[in-house]
């Protein structure tokens, strides 16, 4: 075989080596997602026997005539948004040998796609990824290796059960799985005991034949993972697997048919083939969080769940859905053994067509139940892929629009806000990690907690919760908001007590005396596309918080391409981390009536092409009360922010203010920096006509801006506390991660 070289040094000499070729637009085939990757008119040549570290080009699209070995040493890097076709064929393939590494690190918004170079592809078209590594797998000694199945040079296996293989991430298989034979095949990806020192999440595998993804040996875990019309097995395990897949969603479609005859959701053997009952590391694995789902009216599935041949799983929250036939749901029997008797699975069955047994068993299995209650994977975290689960029939419903009790929605269920959703007083909405809720177009279109009310939209890293659009084409300002309103301290002429009125409902009321109040929950939430208006002075924001008390929990927050502001604090006391503001029309962050809180790690954004149909947009806004109509009022605002980035990258927006202090507020603002090529006219501003900042203002801020176009520091008064100074970082950006968003 051929030696390519693809160094990062010597890329750009690789060049002549590699062939470029010109190729049609016919050929951009994009599976069922699109990368985003390169120019298709320029194709690179990738085959060979990688050496060094190999960096890949995003901006190119990259051709497999054949097979790409990573030997011992070597690194093959592939960045975001980077396109590989591969030709046609059973050779058409890329392996991971023992001691290589892959850092293929796509992202949401970039993921990388490995997909057929024809737009009339099938499953099987091209070979597939095939990882080999060092950790133990089954056999009569330890240490045991195996021999790859496609290739019986290259070994896998060994006594490194936190073997680093490198990392796979954002990243689509499509039309995988082409066979020498009927016993020597691709899966879409192959892991061939691989160690839990590799880093595997949020996989897309679809069209493939034989299985999405099996696993022989190994013990590396695999989180969020969509398999979609693969023709064998969803989700297979061999020769001593001992890790954890955790959220994966198997599904065939209405046309799906197998040429497989005994095609499954799970299977999984303890040993190879089930010839080593008494060989070491027997497969003993979990799955956290699973849906199968069989909607194919010509395919019956043979077993939702097989275990067998010694293996012992541990299986929690799965879910059996669909309007088409299973045999059993769990079979737990084999010719060379069933599974070992520690097997425990509970799995809720929702499946129409069970055209045999429940649970089939040979013996006694007191912790394999079928019981109510699971809800299985989290749908919403695979929204990167593109995949449209409304395919697979997926119940549709709305949010009731007055919640007096607690509500729980079904994560299996599709949600839409379609009016105003009222939690009142009394009332809990609960909503499972990793749902999308989509909104209706119009003003009208929001969820407002009440006093008393509350909701808990507790996302996870993995599994966050989206608010959106129900339109693919949506802009700015598509529906409301999210609004809660809580009895915690705002300004007011009132000594005792006083109360606000919603800006988008005058009728419900916020404020009180509570700062302790608890509203609930928002963690791992992301608002897209809100901030309707009604009027130039009534428009929601993607986060509005009236009142909020210090006993309600909001971190990791991520709200895009909103009208109005991100986020706006009308009084309270709440605390809010981890909030990412990317291309919200107005204010990045916006305090008014009092609000006596804290923000920390808080990062704003204006893209490249963002412009704001505001006239003065900023990054910071902050009044001490509502409007500057109450200068005696009590309490004024008294806040602080640490690590805070404002960034304009905007070539047609100017930013009026980074941080705009004004009408009695007093703000105190630590580690600060303002960066970006776009125009921003003033860093700091503590002026206004209608009262200038408290005079215990403090900011410390950095400013990295490249065009500012009138004042550091604009102020009319001595501020001592306030200073521009090198040093500052701003806000950290490794723990916007789960947004999805490149920053």
């Not at 497989?260 to 060989?279: Q, S, T």
């Not at 993995?462 to 659009?469: G, L, Q, R």
């Not at 005396?513 to 309707?532: F, Q």
């Amino acid at each position: 075989m051929r030696k390519l070289f693809l160094s990062a040094m010597a890329f750009a000499a690789m060049m002549s080596a590699i062939s470029l070729t010109s190729c049609s637009n016919d050929d951009d085939n994009t599976g069922n997602g699109d990368g985003n990757g390169g120019d298709p008119s320029e194709m690179v040549e990738l085959k060979g026997i990688i050496e060094g570290t190999t960096t890949l080009d995003a901006n190119k699209v990259y051709h497999l005539t054949g097979t790409v070995t990573v030997p011992e040493g070597a690194t093959l890097q592939i960045p975001a948004g980077t396109k590989i076709k591969a030709a046609k064929g059973f050779d058409k393939y890329i392996l991971v040998a023992q001691g290589g590494k892959i850092e293929a690190r796509g992202t949401a918004d970039r993921p990388i796609v490995f997909t057929a170079d024809s737009e009339d592809a099938t499953s099987g078209y091209w070979g597939g990824l095939i990882i080999n590594g060092k950790a133990p797998i089954s056999g009569d000694t330890e240490g045991q290796t195996g021999a790859t199945e496609i290739d019986n040079n290259q070994p896998y296996g060994g006594t490194d059960a936190s073997d680093n293989s490198g990392v796979i991430e954002y990243v689509q298989l499509l039309y995988t799985g082409a066979r020498s034979s009927a016993d020597i095949e691709h899966n879409g990806l192959t892991l061939n005991g691989v160690g839990n020192g590799t880093t595997i999440n949020n996989l897309y595998i679809a069209e493939g034949a034989d299985d999405a993804i099996e696993f022989f040996g190994g013990s590396v875990n695999v989180t969020n993972l969509l398999a979609v019309n693969c023709d064998d097995d969803m989700f297979d395990f061999t020769q001593g697997y001992n890790g954890t897949l955790t959220n994966c969603y198997g599904v065939w479609e209405s046309g799906f048919a197998s040429t497989e005859e005994d095609p499954r959701g799970v299977e999984a053997d303890g040993n190879l083939d089930g010839n080593g009952p008494d060989h070491k590391h027997q497969s003993d694995f979990t799955i956290n969080g699973m849906t199968i789902a069989n909607y194919s009216d010509t395919q019956s599935m043979q077993d939702a769940i097989k275990i067998r041949r010694g293996a012992t799983a541990h299986i929690t929250n799965a879910l059996v859905a669909g309007t088409g036939s299973v045999e059993n749901i769990i079979d737990l029997t084999d010719g060379k053994g069933g599974a070992g008797t520690a097997t425990e699975i509970s799995l809720t069955n929702n499946a129409t067509k069970l055209t045999s047994d429940a649970i089939k068993s040979d013996a006694e299995y007191p912790n394999v139940k079928i019981e109510d209650g699971n809800t299985g994977a989290d749908a919403g975290t695979f929204a990167w892929t593109g995949y449209e689960f409304g395919k697979t029939n997926v119940e549709s419903a709305d949010i009731p629009l007055e919640i007096t009790s607690e509500v729980t929605l079904d994560a299996a269920k599709q949600y839409y806000i379609n009016g105003a959703v009222h939690v009142k007083d009394g009332g809990v909405l609960n909503i499972p990690a990793g749902m999308t809720i989509k909104a209706k177009e119009g003003f009208g279109n929001y969820i407002i907690v009440e006093r008393g009310g509350k909701i808990f939209a507790e996302g996870t890293e993995n599994a966050p919760i989206t608010f959106t659009a129900d339109a693919a084409d949506a802009k700015a300002g598509y529906w409301g908001g999210i609004i809660i309103n809580g009895k915690a301290v705002i300004s007011g002429d009132s000594k005792v007590m006083n109360e606000g009125a919603t800006e988008v409902d005058n009728n419900i009321l916020y404020g009180g005396n509570d700062n302790s109040d608890n509203s609930g929950v928002l963690t791992y939430v992301r608002i897209l596309y809100s901030g309707a208006r009604s009027s130039a002075d009534i428009e929601h924001n993607g986060l509005t918080l009236n009142g909020v008390g210090n006993g309600t929990k909001i971190e990791n927050i991520y709200i895009a391409e909103g009208a109005d502001d991100a986020i706006e604090f009308f009084g309270g006391s709440v605390n809010v981390s981890n909030l990412l503001a990317v291309n919200c029309d107005d204010d990045c962050f916006d305090f008014t009536q009092g609000y006596c809180g804290k923000l920390s790690n808080c990062y704003g954004r204006w893209e490249s092409s963002f412009v704001s149909t505001e006239s003065d947009p900023r990054g910071v806004e902050a009044d001490g009360n509502l409007d500057g109509n109450g200068p005696d009022h009590t309490p004024q605002a008294d806040f602080t922010i640490e690590n805070m980035t404002i960034e304009n990258l905007a070539s047609g927006q100017s930013m009026q203010d980074a941080i705009k202090i004004r009408r009695g507020a007093t703000a105190h603002i630590k580690n600060a920096v303002v960066k970006g090529n776009g125009a921003i006219e003033n860093i700091i501003d503590l002026t206004d006509s209608k009262g200038d900042a408290g005079t215990g203002t403090e900011i410390g801020a950095t400013n990295e801006a490249s065009n500012l176009t009138s004042d550091a520091i604009k102020a009319k008064a001595e501020y001592p506390g306030v200073k521009i100074a090198s040093g500052n970082n701003g806000c950290p950006t490794d723990g916007f991660g789960w947004t999805g968003y490149s920053l």
